[in-house]
């Protein structure tokens, strides 16, 4: 079955995540994605190294395999005279340039708005930076760990003696899947009008548009929250706690999941106490609550208290450790992971397209591609001829 962009060309000159993501999940759905890399391949391919070549380098790590399936791969330096041609026509055949780069580094490569536009008029530009491409901050460079600090998020996520950011790069997955969100309304919008557009995503947009209830909130009444670890104080019991055998999270919004909780822990009291007659007032006094949610947990197994959470219809989970999640019967069960054969690596798992088409599904198709594998191939797509290529080759362009 074809995906809703089969017919749809993406060059893709992203690095880590924002924007090789964003391009995977619009080849998971059908398009053509061409990743770009440098010729001795680009930083971010042996991150989280899963394996080393003979002579002990590290060979491709776990982000490039998620990143990076169904896509082919060539190489091309845009800051030399030959390649720069090879990416002029790389656009000119392009419905979709994805790049998370710098505001300079963009020009300079000859991916920004007015170069492309100027070669393409119905290409659609996605720009992925760490602060906007404006205000004081548009030169900056950052990483997802950055604009999870600067947001407020990373402060509030602990103690007000040791910050903790959050270890899955949410921010950067988060843009990415904004990114693709805008390409898809761009390309939408192409058919009416003909013309592409930029789009743009920024690591901080992303951060502080997750976190904003509480950038909402002290901005109106200025409350002056103080970080309380994993305690929400805004409704509860919403909090982690420890089990015999290890650790659960149980999370309640609302006066009906609290009245279920209060028969189940035999606080019936509760139910009449003005400390706890809203998820403000609960939240306002989450200590005692979470104190006595803690107590029962503690004399139960881990799965003991979420099975007796999950028979009163209340939300609570395991908190698992990544082998435990692996091998969850959930997990194992289900379609969220899909196994692909890399060369040199052998079978791995990565995570399926995430969001759930069941008319035109996205797909895993390809495993992610070698440094290079396919440049020949496009090329001769571009019209470059088989000498044309060699001299490409022989000046350094690809």
Known sequence: MAGPFEGIRVIDFGRYIAGPFC?????????????????????????????????????????????????????????NDAGREVVRRLIRSADVVVANLPAETLKAMGLDWDSVSALNPRCVLAVGTAFGLEGPYAGRVGFDGVAQAISGATWFSGTEEQPVRCSAPYVDFGTASLLALGVSAALRARETTGKGQMVEGALLRTALTFFAPTLIEEDKIAVGRLPSLNRSQTAGPSDIYKAKDGWITVAVNGDPLFR?????????????????????????????????????????????????????????GPVLRPRQTLDDPHVKGGDFFAEIDYPGLGKAKVAATPVKLHGTPGTVRKRPPLLGEHTDEVLNELGFSAMEIAALKQEGGV
């Open 23 to 79: 391009a995977a999940l619009l080849g998971d759905l059908g398009a053509d994605v061409i990743r770009v890399e440098k010729r001795e391949g680009r930083e971010d391919r042996t991150l989280v190294s899963l394996a080393e070549n003979d002579d002990g380098s590290p060979r491709e790590g776990a982000m490039f395999l998620q990143m990076n399936r169904n896509k082919r791969s060539m190489t091309c330096d845009p800051m």
């Open 260 to 316: 279920r909780v209060c028969r189940l822990i035999g606080a019936p009291e509760w139910l009449e106490d003005p400390r706890f007659a809203s998820d403000k007032a609960r939240g306002d006094n989450g200590e005692i609550i979470s104190a006595r949610v803690g107590a029962w947990v503690a004399e139960r197994t881990s799965a003991d208290a979420v099975a007796a959470f999950e028979g009163a219809r209340v939300p609570a």
